[in-house]
């Protein structure tokens, strides 16, 4: 039986260079995911204005992630999977919103509604790998990582709202 293996973490963590990596060693199909925001149409404002735009962002971050895990169903039947991020990372990031006060109640109650509804028609993942680091490290990988709208807008804060919500989803 093929396997459908899902690299989570927060930014900075290496989920992408991993998922290139078992690509080159693995006879497994890969499902990147690392330029995802930069067709998010909510994705800049949200950065500006988390309150506002967070819900409607990570909803878009929420679709996109469960299209691309649903093109992989016929796939698996032929080969291993390999998905960066996943529909796992929706919800760390919207429930760090939550934490951090940019998500309310009723938007997380409907959000999850939806994330409900829309996992029970897709495939779980049969292995997940956590790539776990601290703050300090993923904010030092980010600055040398070079993407401008992390740098200024990914905070110590932020990146262990991330982890928290990493570990709870990892229990």
């Not at 299209?67 to 698996?76: A, G, M, P, V």
């Not at 929706?90 to 934490?99: A, D, I, K």
């Not at 109650?109 to 028609?121: A, R």
């Amino acid at each position: 039986m093929n396997k459908l293996i899902t690299i989570i973490g927060c930014p900075g963590s290496g989920k992408s260079t991993l998922v290139k990596i078992m690509g080159d060693t693995l006879p497994a199909k890969l499902i990147p995911a690392d330029d995802l925001y930069k067709s998010n149409p909510f994705f800049s404002v949200a950065v500006n204005n988390r309150e506002r735009w967070s819900f409607s962002s990570d909803l878009w971050f929420l679709l996109k992630r469960i299209d691309l895990t649903k093109n992989t169903l016929e796939d698996i039947k032929k080969t291993d999977i390999v998905i960066d991020s996943g529909i796992p990372m929706s919800l760390v990031y919207t429930n760090s919103r939550v934490e951090l006060g940019h998500l309310n109640q009723d938007e997380l109650d409907l959000y999850m509604e939806m994330y409900q509804l829309l996992e029970e028609k897709m495939s779980i993942p049969s292995t997940i790998v956590y790539l776990k680091a601290s703050p300090e490290f993923l904010l030092e990988r980010i600055k040398k990582r070079g993407r401008e709208f992390e740098i200024a807008n990914y905070t110590s804060q932020y990146l262990q709202a991330l982890t928290n919500n990493l570990e709870h989803i990892c229990d």
